[in-house]
């Protein structure tokens, strides 16, 4: 974690809000997005990465 991330805290001292660096929220959200997808694809069918290099390269769209 950053060391640019503030707290914000009421009359208590309780911790009640954060703010932090714009970039590190994106990517925050990113991260977020990309473990959102991840569960949501976990029971679609698998293929091996050797067999998706090989169609990629094929279809022209790599060329490694």
Do not use: C, W
Not at 28 to 38: I, N, P, R, S, T
Not at 44 to 64: K, N, S, Y
Request: net charge negative; aromatic share 6%; no cysteine.
């Amino acid at each position: 974690m950053s060391r640019n991330v503030q707290f914000v805290t009421d009359a208590e001292g309780k911790k009640t809000a954060v703010i932090l660096p714009l970039e590190e929220y994106e990517e925050m959200l990113e991260d977020l997005h990309f473990g959102q997808v991840a569960r949501e694809s976990r029971d679609e069918p698998r293929r091996p990465f050797a067999e998706l290099v090989e169609e990629l390269r094929a279809d022209g769209e790599i060329d490694v």
